[in-house]
């Protein structure tokens, strides 16, 4: 069955530091893969997709992911962040069917320290 | 430049009263559409999809239902709601047809029931 793991409930760093939000998925073709961040109290906001091609994609915000087909995983990271990267993210996967449902893993929920 | 809309932003129902949300979507035609619900603390659970005008796919079994009477208009229903009902409720929309395109998510309506 598909599914998408993200072990990391709560992360906290300091303001400038740097970050990396881990994603695992588990899909029977070759997936399409999303990460979404959600303020409080808002709709989720697209940050970056990887379809195929490079392995690593940019996005917006700064962020950006890097695909690993051996590992299953989608990890996103940001080399600086800012106060305001503060809010709760998400990662998805995503098939090809005429439905194009989002499998959506738990969500991490990013504080960060001044 | 497509837009999507929710309305109402937040609600309060009784227990047992009947629901209806909307969500509209602008600047695109026959898009597939999405309602997700997302309890406190939890990931996104999808409700319903809908890849045509009166076409509706249930993921899971409950108090809802889901109308698109018309290309761009989805709604979110309930004869009775139930306390379990509550939570925050999220419209989504993607371009049919294209592989290489993300959900696009509105504003979401936050529902509580007392």
């Known amino acids: 069955a598909q599914s998408v793991t993200q072990p990391d409930i709560h992360i906290t760093v300091s303001e400038g530091a740097s970050l990396e939000l881990r994603c695992n998925y588990s899909y029977g073709a070759t997936p399409y893969l999303f990460w979404y961040v959600q303020s409080p109290g808002q709709g989720l906001q697209l940050l970056l997709k990887y379809f195929s091609g490079d392995t690593l994609v940019q996005g917006i915000k700064g962020f950006e992911a890097e695909f690993k087909r051996s590992q299953s995983s989608f990890n996103l990271r940001k080399p600086s962040v800012h106060w305001s990267d503060a809010a709760e993210y998400f990662c998805a996967v995503g098939g090809m069917d005429s439905s194009y449902k989002l499998i959506f893993g738990s969500g991490t929920r990013l504080l960060v320290r001044p | 430049s497509q837009t999507i809309h929710q309305w109402p932003a937040t609600l309060v129902q009784p227990v047992g009263s009947p629901l209806s949300l909307e969500c509209t979507v602008e600047g695109t035609s026959n898009p597939n559409l999405y309602w997700y619900r997302q309890a406190a603390g939890r990931g996104l659970q999808l409700l319903f999809y809908s890849v045509g005008i009166g076409q509706i796919s249930s993921e899971v079994p409950q108090n809802l239902s889901a109308s698109r009477p018309q290309d761009r208009q989805f709604i979110l229903s309930s004869k009775k709601l139930l306390l379990s009902d509550s939570g925050f409720y999220l419209c989504?929309?993607?371009?049919?047809?294209?592989?290489?395109?993300?959900?696009?998510f509105g504003d979401g309506t936050r529902l509580s029931i007392l």
């Open positions: 989504a929309w993607r371009s049919q047809g294209t592989l290489n395109q993300p959900q696009h």
